[in-house]
């Protein structure tokens, strides 16, 4: 079955680690838009240098450099059965641009999974987040520590503190997050996609609930 699913919430909700869940449950590829952009910028892409300042200040990237990206992921191959989209789209503009592609592609989306977490408990886990930059796991220095400090127990990659995961650009993200994303709720409410689900709680019970509500 083909399945296309939207992860849905602001920064720290959770979209990453459950589209990592959802990757070995249905066998389908993450496409992670912040992922693509890290990539990017590391590698010093034309791409990359563009994105760069908005991504340390937690702005929004222009359309015209993600929708490059999502659009050449999603022709990939292992693209063909599906994909999870996490981080994308952010804004109307884009989930029109989405609705276009999947058009182009014959395909439809069939869910939109918004995570609903309280704002004081997203900037709790962003500042304590480190990650892996070699294989994406995530960690907590508090709820979920790697078992060596600062070395991630999947591949012994050393784990970082985004640039973006400070104070400052936390406010700043979430911020754009009210404004900028939080209204495709009513866009998909409206299409009848959207599946909000309470995003507090252990990531084993936020998998299930998903699981749960796309069926
Ligand atoms: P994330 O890893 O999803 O938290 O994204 C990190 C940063 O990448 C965001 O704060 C934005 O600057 C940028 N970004 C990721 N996805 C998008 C998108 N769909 N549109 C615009 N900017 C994005």
Same mark, same amino acid.
């Given at each position: 079955?083909?399945?296309?699913?939207?992860?849905?919430?602001?920064?720290?909700?959770?979209?990453?680690?459950?589209?990592?869940?959802?990757?070995?449950?249905?066998?389908?590829?993450?496409?992670?838009?912040?992922?693509?952009?890290?990539?990017?910028?590391?590698?010093?892409?034309?791409?990359?240098?563009?994105?760069?300042?908005?991504?340390?200040?937690?702005?929004?990237?222009?359309?015209?450099?993600?929708?490059?990206?999502?659009?050449?992921?999603?022709?990939?191959?292992?693209?063909?059965?599906?994909?999870?989209?996490?981080?994308?789209?952010?804004?109307?503009?884009?989930?029109?641009? $989405?609705? +276009?592609?999947? =058009?182009?592609?014959?395909?439809?989306?069939?869910?939109? !999974?918004?995570?609903?977490? *309280? &704002?004081? /408990?997203?900037?709790?886990? $962003?500042? +304590?987040?480190? =990650?892996?930059?070699?294989?994406?796991?995530?960690?907590? !220095?508090?709820?979920?520590? *790697? &078992?060596? /400090?600062?070395?991630?127990?999947?591949?012994?990659?050393?784990?970082?503190?985004?640039?973006?995961?400070?104070?400052?650009?936390?406010?700043?993200?979430?911020?754009?997050?009210?404004?900028?994303?939080?209204?495709?709720?009513?866009?998909?409410?409206?299409?009848?996609?959207?599946?909000?689900?309470?995003?507090?709680?252990?990531?084993?019970?936020?998998?299930?609930?998903?699981?749960?509500?796309?069926?």
């Amino acid at each position: 079955m083909i399945v296309n699913l939207i992860l849905l919430g602001p920064p720290g909700a959770g979209k990453g680690t459950q589209a990592q869940r959802l990757v070995e449950r249905l066998k389908l590829p993450q496409i992670s838009t912040g992922d693509l952009l890290r990539a990017a910028v590391r590698d010093g892409t034309d791409l990359g240098r563009q994105a760069k300042e908005y991504m340390q200040r937690g702005e929004l990237v222009p359309d015209s450099v993600v929708v490059l990206m999502l659009k050449k992921r999603m022709q990939a191959d292992d693209c063909r059965t599906g994909c999870i989209l996490d981080g994308f789209p952010r804004a109307v503009t884009q989930a029109e641009i $989405l609705e +276009g592609v999947f =058009s182009e592609q014959a395909r439809s989306l069939n869910h939109v !999974v918004s995570i609903e977490v *309280p &704002e004081e /408990e997203l900037v709790r886990r $962003l500042t +304590g987040r480190r =990650s892996c930059p070699k294989c994406g796991a995530m960690f907590h !220095v508090m709820f979920s520590p *790697p &078992e060596k /400090e600062g070395v991630c127990d999947k591949c012994d990659g050393e784990l970082i503190t985004r640039a973006d995961d400070n104070e400052e650009t936390i406010r700043n993200r979430i911020a754009v997050y009210r404004e900028q994303t939080e209204p495709l709720k009513k866009y998909y409410e409206e299409k009848g996609l959207l599946r909000p689900i309470d995003g507090t709680g252990t990531p084993k019970d936020i998998e299930e609930k998903i699981a749960k509500v796309i069926g």
